[in-house]
T-cell receptor, first 114, second 112 residues
Framework: GENVEQHPSTLSVQEGDSAVIKCTYS??????FPWYKQELGKRPQLIID?????GEKKDQRIAVTLNKTAKHFSLHITETQPEDSAVYFC?????????????FGSGTRLQVQP | DGGITQSPKYLFRKEGQNVTLSCEQN?????MYWYRQDPGQGLRLIYY???????QKGDIAEGYSVSREKKESFPLTVTSAQKNPTAFYLC???????????FGEGSRLTVL
């Protein structure tokens, strides 16, 4: 089955700096890679996703890159703000056949220092 | 008001007792999921169902059971066979078009 590894487990940055979180996956058939943000005491929510036919996707201060050959994908947050502080999870799955349930990474706790 | 409702939010049980966690959605989603969240381990898949009357084991199904008799409902039973049941349990659903998971607020189970 799929295995997703995520690094780092914790990340502390100064407000305004950039943050990068990296994930690797094992199943070359995976073709859907979302990122979820979980604020303290709240449910995880989708912030951005990318499919395997695309190498990069941006949404304002957030971007995700995908390298299918190396089987890794990354989340980039620019101009970080205190409200970006949360736990971020990467995930992977197939969207066409077989098991379509997401396999999540272990999470990265991001702390943005004002 | 559309969404996913989990109940109860907090649950305490003695060892050896089965407990059932409720999950109801009114989003008309075909697929529903149960994840377990432990500190430092992310979200681990327990069971999932892609259609009514069908469900599949996830990565940590031992000691758990589910049913999917209605599209809206996907209850999870934590049996006495689950060796370490104290955890935070999240239910989610997704539609066919996007695959985005919509999560409930979670149920925190503590076994005393």
């Amino acid at each position: 089955g799929e295995n997703v590894e995520q690094h780092p487990s914790t990340l502390s940055v100064q407000e305004g700096d950039s943050a990068v979180i990296k994930c690797t996956y094992s199943d070359s058939a995976s073709n859907y890679f979302p990122w979820y943000k979980q604020e303290l005491g709240k449910r995880p929510q989708l912030i951005i996703d990318i499919r395997s036919n695309v190498g990069e996707k941006k949404d304002q201060r957030i971007a995700v890159t995908l390298n299918k050959t190396a089987k890794h994908f990354s989340l980039h947050i620019t101009e970080t703000q205190p409200e970006d502080s949360a736990v971020y999870f990467c995930a992977a799955s197939r969207r066409d056949t077989g098991r379509r349930a997401l396999t999540f990474g272990s999470g990265t706790r991001l702390q943005v220092q004002p | 008001d559309g969404g996913i409702t989990q109940s109860p939010k907090y649950l305490f049980r003695k060892e050896g007792q089965n407990v059932t966690l409720s999950c109801e959605q009114n989003l008309n989603h075909d697929a529903m999921y149960w994840y377990r969240q432990d500190p430092g381990q992310g979200l681990r898949l327990i069971y999932y169902s892609q259609i009514v009357n069908d469900f599949q084991k996830g990565d940590i199904a031992e000691g758990y059971s589910v049913s999917r008799e209605k599209k809206e409902s996907f209850p999870l039973t934590v049996t006495s066979a689950q060796k370490n049941p104290t955890a935070f349990y999240l239910c989610a659903s997704s539609g066919r078009e996007t695959g985005e998971l919509f999560f409930g607020e979670g149920s925190r189970l503590t076994v005393l």
